[in-house]
């Protein structure tokens, strides 16, 4: 018996570094896919070794895992949690959406060292096709907001790569909450904007950032000099920061060619053949 889990990733469009602060964010997940395939044996393990160790940690049976991934790596578009998700519904499919993200949380802490909040996962598995995430980290709760057809997203990848586990997601402690505030006012705002009010958003969102102390130089010159391009309403940094993707938005699909467009898709599945 094999088990299949496909898993997406996550853009998040407003609402960085607000997750672990009870704040606001507007999510949602896209088409680059993490698959794991779990076929179950008589002893042992068979897989890459932080795979298995993650396997373990949630109880896996003996198995074989394999991960076949076209999810950046290191990008802040989540494949660490993509990851521990598909762990724990390789291992549990009938948990309900809350523990699952819970549960790819503790995974991320303890086994991956990434002190992350809840963002990634629940933007993960609550994800509905064509609809952001509304999700409000004070009372975990979740609302879908149709994605306008105005709303074009496209990502351009900073060249620097992120590693999670040495970042510290709070370098300015004193600007934190203010942060959080006028994040939360984003969000709120982003709802019914026109794409031109939501990339004004987005610009302000990159120089909160800024002053949070999560993006660096690199990164800073890129947002700008995308801000400046004909056809790009807005951008920012996108994910933990200090690298990885910057979020555009643009008028239209022939803004920044060279980029990675997305839209919005479904959550993970959960298939079992033979």
């Not at 373990?56 to 076949?68: E, F, I, T």
């Not at 980290?137 to 496209?154: A, L, M, Q």
């Not at 997601?169 to 982003?190: F, I, K, P």
């Not at 969102?205 to 690199?218: C, D, N, Q």
Request: aromatic share 6%; with cysteine.
């Amino acid at each position: 018996m094999h088990q299949r889990v496909t898993v997406p990733a996550r853009i998040n469009i407003i609402g960085e570094h607000t997750d672990y602060a009870g704040g606001l964010a507007l999510s949602f997940a896209s088409k680059p896919r993490l698959k794991l395939t779990i076929t179950r044996l008589e002893r042992g393990y068979d897989g890459d070794a932080v795979v298995v160790k993650l396997w373990q940690a949630v109880g896996g049976y003996p198995a074989k895992l394999v991960v076949d991934s076209d999810i950046p790596i290191g990008t802040g578009m989540s494949s660490s949690a993509a990851l521990c998700v598909a762990i724990v519904v390789g291992y549990n499919s009938r948990l309900d959406n809350v523990t699952i993200c819970q549960k790819a949380q503790q995974l991320e802490h303890q086994i991956l060292g990434t002190k992350c909040g809840l963002l990634d996962q629940t933007a993960i598995a609550f994800a509905k096709k064509n609809h952001a995430a509304l999700i409000d980290f004070s009372s975990y709760s979740v609302k879908h907001i149709p994605i306008p057809e105005g709303w074009k997203f496209k990502l351009v990848y900073s060249g620097i790569p992120r590693k999670l586990a040495e970042i510290n997601y709070q370098s300015n402690t004193d600007y934190l909450e203010q942060h959080v505030r006028l994040e939360n006012y984003r969000v709120m705002q982003a709802i019914d904007a026109t794409p031109e009010e939501l990339g004004l958003l987005l610009n302000e969102s990159h120089e909160s950032l800024k002053k949070l102390g999560v993006s660096v130089p690199e990164v800073d010159r890129l947002v700008a000099e995308l801000q400046a391009t004909d056809g790009v309403l807005g951008a920012r940094m996108m994910g933990g920061g200090y690298g990885g993707m910057v979020l555009a938005l643009v008028t239209s699909e022939e803004v920044l060619p060279e980029a990675i467009s997305v839209s919005s898709s479904k959550s993970f599945e959960f298939e079992e053949f033979s």
